[in-house]
Structures are given as C-alpha cells and as structure tokens.
C-alpha cells in the first residue's frame, strides 16, 4: 500500500429509489489502475458517475502537506460541487479517512453527509511510520519521523505525523500532534464537532483480516493499544475515546449506525463480491436490482482488486523517548 494515498468517494441523492453516486475522488494520483477500476465498478453497479480530484502536487503534497490545509482544500472544493447539496456518502480508503473526517467535523458550511464507509483507515491512530519511498526527500522523511514525529517542524511538514500515536508516548503525542488528537476530540472536547460526526446515518467500518500495514489492524475499527502499553489492543467498546463518547462513536453504535466489518484481504484488497456486501448496499437503495444486473459478467465476482502499491513500515516499537 502507498500510504500517500488519499480516497474519498462522495454520493448524492438524485432519487426516491436510488442514490446517483457522482464520485469526488481524493488521490494522490489519479490515474491509479486498481483505484480507477474501484470506481468504474461502483459506477456501474449504482448508475453514476465519477470524479478524481488530487490535493495540489499529487503525491507530493500528500506526503509533505498536513491534514489541516489538505482537508481546508477538500472542503472548498466540495462546497462548489451543487450537486452534492442535497446530502451525499463519503468512501475513505486508507489514509483518505482522515480526510474524510476532516471533511465531516471540520468543513464550515459543507454539504451535509449521509454516509462514511471507511475501507482500512487509521482511525485510532498507528504505531508505525509509512514508507515514503526510495528518495532522497523521502530518506529524509522518514529520518525526521523517527527523530521527531511530535515537534512543530514535522507536523508542519509531513502529512503521515498528524496520525502517528506511540502508546508509550502519549504526553508528547497530545501536546504535538496536531491533527488526530483534535480529529478524535481527545484535548479539548469540541461539541460541534461530535454534532457532526454523530449525524451520519452510518459509519461502516472495514478491516482487512491480513492487514499488515496498519499497526493494529484494529485501529481500523477504532482499536487500539491502552496509554502507555503496546502488550495488548483494546477493542473499540473498551478505550477511553468510545467509553467518555469523545467524538460520539458510543452514540451512533448504540443507535445501531456503526457497522463492524471485515473482509479477507490484505490492506485494501478487496474482491468485486466483497464491495457488493459491504459497500454497495450504503450506496443504493435497492441493492438486489443492482447486484443482479451486475451479473453479466462473472468477472465482477472474481476479481480481486488492490487499491495500492508496495510499501513499507517501520516498527516503532523499540524506539526511545
């Protein structure tokens, strides 16, 4: 997976029977095979079409530019889209989560969301640095993580910090990042922000059972390791974030909005039949119609599509604080 990539796929209610799924892709290259075929297929199955939008430089600014200004970009871009006023869903995968719901907490006067379908986001956080790539710049990235992942200058610069949480360095985690720590409402407790996130009429969470580039896996869920540990993974029902209802997750699961998903694969792999179950029924009102004019092709039910390229993490496990 190339943690640079930013996913968010956006649906509006053009019916009473079905929802017409105009897509406002977030990526960090938007000529992505495997992403572009996500799409078509989505399309196809729901009757609509779809849009790609890369935030600045693509893959560059992905990496190099913090989740503020990359969600300030997102939400002026989908406040000019009038086809989205009447309310539309959001598709996160990956790293696009955290657009996404900076997207739905954060954007003042956005159109409202229905929906978040959250394919592998790093929801509670990771322990664990993302691969930039071979480069010089990203040699350096990757040596400034490691080095400083909390001081002003990281976060300022590298997109991958504002998410990065070390269990066993939560003080300065709280006190430097500067992106998830407000995403998750866990400083200061913003009560429009918990509005916001409460109003979705679901939150679909999807994890991938071989998922080795999150560390845990479970954060897509928004698991996570206790404060101060990396013994054990707390369930969500058990950190402190569901159990005080920092950002309203105990809320809507209790309301019975929250979707607890998984799906084989490794980190967004994903095959045709799975996007049907989990995603598609979010996207349509009547998925037995979709589904069953899909099936003129057997190759939707065997394909397996990998929405990322090759990457690497790096244990934070024995670093130093």
């Known amino acids: 997976m190339n943690f ?7 649906l509006t209610l053009q019916s009473i029977t079905t929802y017409s799924l105009p897509f406002v892709v977030f990526h960090d290259k938007c000529s992505n095979g495997g992403v572009r075929h996500f799409t078509e297929l989505l399309s196809k199955w729901s009757g609509s079409s779809g849009h790609c939008i890369e935030i600045g430089n693509g893959p560059w600014d992905s990496w190099f530019m913090p989740f503020t200004e990359q969600v300030d970009i997102a939400c002026e871009k989908l406040k ?7 309310g539309y869903n959001i598709i996160g ?6 657009v996404g719901r900076g997207v739905i907490e954060f954007c003042d006067g956005g159109p409202p969301v229905r929906n978040l379908i959250s394919l592998g986001g790093p929801h509670a956080g990771i322990a664990s640095v993302p691969f930039c790539g071979s480069g010089i710049w990203c040699i350096l990235a990757d040596s400034l993580l490691k080095l400083a992942i909390y001081s002003n200058f990281v976060q300022a610069h590298l997109a991958p910090a504002g998410y990065i949480k070390i269990p066993t360095d939560i003080t300065d985690y709280r006190k430097g990042c500067k992106f998830l720590p407000v995403l ?3 400083v200061q407790r913003n009560s429009t922000f918990k509005k916001r996130f409460t109003s979705l009429e679901n939150l679909v969470l999807i994890m991938f059972e071989k998922d080795t580039i999150l560390v845990p896996k479970q954060t897509s869920w928004f698991g996570y390791y206790p404060d101060g540990s990396f013994s054990t993974i707390l369930p969500a029902q058990k950190t402190k974030l569901y159990t005080e ?4 997750l105990k809320m809507l699961d209790e309301a019975g909005k929250v979707k607890f998903l998984n799906v084989s694969g490794s980190h967004l792999e994903i095959s045709t039949s799975e996007m049907k179950k989990n995603i598609l029924p979010y996207l349509v009102d009547n998925v037995s119609t979709t589904v069953t004019t899909s099936r003129s092709s ?9 929405l990322y390229t090759h990457a690497e993490t790096v244990s934070l496990r024995s670093w130093k604080f």
């Open 184 to 186: 998750n409402n866990e």
């Open 245 to 248: 209802d920092w950002i309203g």
């Open 298 to 306: 057997v190759r939707d039910f065997e394909e397996i599509l990998q």
């Open 4 to 10: 640079r990539l930013i996913f968010i796929v956006l």
């Open 93 to 98: 995968l990956s790293q696009g989560n955290m």
């Open 80 to 86: 000019k889209m009038s086809e989205l006023s009447e």
